[in-house]
């Protein structure tokens, strides 16, 4: 099956700084997407960006299918922002398959 | 707009027996998938249901085994359970199979 590898495994970071997390999958995907898992389990859809790039307040992701990888960017990071941000992907074009999880990067904001 | 709810939140049973969780998708949502998520893992496909029937499924045994209603609502039921099985089960949404998911707040499993 594909395989998805997420950097940095773990990242601490004072509040206020920058972060770039990164997505690599291992084949060409229909359907890519980012969500962050609060400390209470919570898994929260950021973007669904099969390919290009797309803004939402403080975060903005970019997708190069052709290369194979995602990049989420966090701005000005707030305490709030803690927890796991996993990179999905499906392959299929219906959605049949699921979507496979990469491992996560735990991201801890000091205040 | 309601959001994607499951029950119960918590719950525990002991190893061999069986488990029903439900799930009431977000309004306007027909496709419904599972997700079960191990500590300190990424969720990990069950399967999915759009219009009552099972349309994918991950490589779970068939002791996993799901329903979809004419409301979209869902459940997800565990028989013969093992301690493995003890994780989060995620329950999600979309409004097609290719379309952003959207995840409940789970329902932590706990097999002794």
């Known amino acids: 099956g594909i395989q998805v590898e997420q950097s940095p495994p773990d990242l601490i970071l004072q509040e206020g700084a920058n972060s770039t997390l990164r997505c690599n999958f291992s084949?060409?995907?229909?359907?890519l997407q980012w969500f962050h898992q609060n400390p209470w389990g919570q898994l929260i859809n950021l973007f669904y960006?099969?390919?290009g790039t797309k803004q939402n307040g403080r975060l903005s992701a970019t997708t190069v299918a052709t290369e194979r990888y995602s990049l989420l960017y966090i701005s000005s990071s707030q305490t709030t922002d803690s927890g796991v941000y996993f990179c999905?992907?499906?392959?299929?074009?219906?959605?049949?398959?699921?979507?496979?999880f990469g491992k996560g990067t735990h991201l801890i904001i000091q205040p | 707009e309601t959001g994607v709810t499951q029950s119960p939140t918590h719950l525990i049973k002991t190893r061999g027996q069986q488990v029903t969780l439900r799930c009431s998708s977000q309004?306007?949502?027909?496709?419904v998938s599972w997700y079960q998520q191990a500590l300190g893992q990424g969720p990990q496909f069950i399967f999915q249901?759009?219009?009552?029937?099972?349309?994918g499924r991950g490589n779970f045994p068939p002791r996993f085994s799901g329903l979809q209603f004419p409301n979209y609502s869902s459940e997800l039921n565990v028989n013969a359970l093992e301690l493995d099985d003890s994780a989060l089960y995620l329950c999600?949404?979309?409004?097609?199979?290719?379309?952003?998911?959207?995840f409940g707040n789970g329902t932590r499993l706990t097999v002794t």
């Open positions: 309004s306007g949502h027909n496709t």
């Open positions: 999600a949404s979309s409004a097609s199979g290719v379309s952003p998911l959207h």
């Open positions: 249901y759009y219009r009552e029937e099972e349309n």
């Open positions: 960006i099969p390919s």
């Open positions: 999905a992907v499906d392959r299929s074009g219906g959605g049949a398959d699921g979507l496979t």
């Open positions: 084949d060409s995907v229909n359907n």
